[in-house]
């Protein structure tokens, strides 16, 4: 291990002792076994940076930019980019989609033995952290209930954030050991983070069901009928209906 990296490591787990973030208190609950660190080191020898090639001279059709830079990023955006689901053709458009108004952490944070409250927070202001308040719009005549552009809903515990943003000092340290860092520390690096990060996310049902028990669509400023449109999701009861990886539907599936 290089002397810089040592360094990094000891900065690292200083931080993280001192911090009481909820993303790093509760995160920080187990250490990596032998497996994820195998795992980790050919994910590190095998990673490379996505470049988003801007085509010329092709206009852009879809309006909306996939990552408004107006937005403030996460940890996560220091290794992953802003649509980060490729492997599942079945269902990354989709999940890339909820990106935009649904936290990473949100599908993929989840410690042993802790739950939290998910509310909408604001990505765009730059005194972070306060959850987003209810604001008195006409929901009759708004189907979403996206309360604005850069909010998205996200983990809290005890009426914080359980997130950490990228300006963060931990976040921080976390990017220069990753730029920086040798192969085994960032491996470390990456089992590490990754101990109470679900690889397979939340599932489409766990939100849009009947009676789901995940969102609190009350607390999230929705409408009766803003929450029911979202639970009785036709694409959602169609991916519902696989039963495997490998499955093939129909798209007329959809009209049943
Ligand atoms: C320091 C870099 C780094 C950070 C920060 C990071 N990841 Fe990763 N993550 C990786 C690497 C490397 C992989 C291996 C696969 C790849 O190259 O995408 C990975 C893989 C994953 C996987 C697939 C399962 C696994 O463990 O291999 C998920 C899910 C994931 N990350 C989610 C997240 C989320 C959510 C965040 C933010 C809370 C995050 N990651 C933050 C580097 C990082
Ligand atoms: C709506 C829930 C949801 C959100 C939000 C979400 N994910 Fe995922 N994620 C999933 C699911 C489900 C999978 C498993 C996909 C599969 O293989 O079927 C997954 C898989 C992944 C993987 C594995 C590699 C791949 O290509 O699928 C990575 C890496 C990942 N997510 C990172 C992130 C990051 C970073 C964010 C935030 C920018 C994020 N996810 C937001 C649900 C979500
Ligand atoms: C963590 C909760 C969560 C998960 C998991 C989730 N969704 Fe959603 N989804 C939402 C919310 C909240 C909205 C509402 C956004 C709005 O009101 O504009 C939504 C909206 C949608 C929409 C409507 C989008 C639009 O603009 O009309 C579709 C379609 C959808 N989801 C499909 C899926 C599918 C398919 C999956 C699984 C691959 C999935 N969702 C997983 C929470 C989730």
């Not at 809290?156 to 340290?173: C, I, M, S, V, Y």
């Not at 009928?225 to 169609?238: L, S």
Request: overall charge positive.
């Amino acid at each position: 291990m290089s002397r810089l990296s040592i360094v990094f490591l000891f900065l690292f787990s200083a931080s993280l002792a001192a911090e009481d973030n909820p993303y790093l208190s509760l995160g920080e609950v187990a250490s990596p076994d032998d497996n994820a660190l195998l795992e980790a080191r050919k994910q590190v020898d095998h990673y490379h940076e996505l470049e988003i090639i801007d085509a010329p001279g092709i206009q852009s059709f879809h309006k909306r930019n996939p990552d408004t830079e107006t937005d403030r990023q996460t940890l996560c955006r220091v290794c992953h980019p802003a649509l980060p689901h490729r492997e599942s053709l079945r269902s990354r458009s989709f999940l890339n989609m909820h990106t935009r108004y649904i936290a990473c952490e949100t599908c993929h944070f989840q410690p042993q033995g802790v739950s939290f409250e998910y509310r909408w927070l604001d990505y765009g202001a730059a005194d972070c952290c306060g959850m987003v308040v209810a604001e008195s719009t006409d929901k009759a005549a708004v189907p979403s209930l996206i309360p604005r552009p850069a909010a998205r809903i996200a983990p809290f515990f005890l009426g914080r954030p359980a997130l950490l943003f990228k300006d963060d000092p931990t976040a921080r340290e976390i990017r220069e050991t990753w730029k920086e860092g040798g192969r085994e520390a960032k491996a470390r690096l990456k089992a590490r983070l990754h101990v109470s990060l679900k690889q397979d996310g939340r599932r489409c049902a766990d939100c849009h069901r009947r009676k789901q028990t995940l969102l609190d669509w009350k607390a999230l400023n929705a409408s009766d009928r803003q929450a029911h449109a979202i639970e009785d999701n036709a694409i959602a009861r169609f991916f519902a209906r696989y039963k495997d990886k490998d499955q093939r539907l129909r798209m007329t599936e959809l009209l049943r």
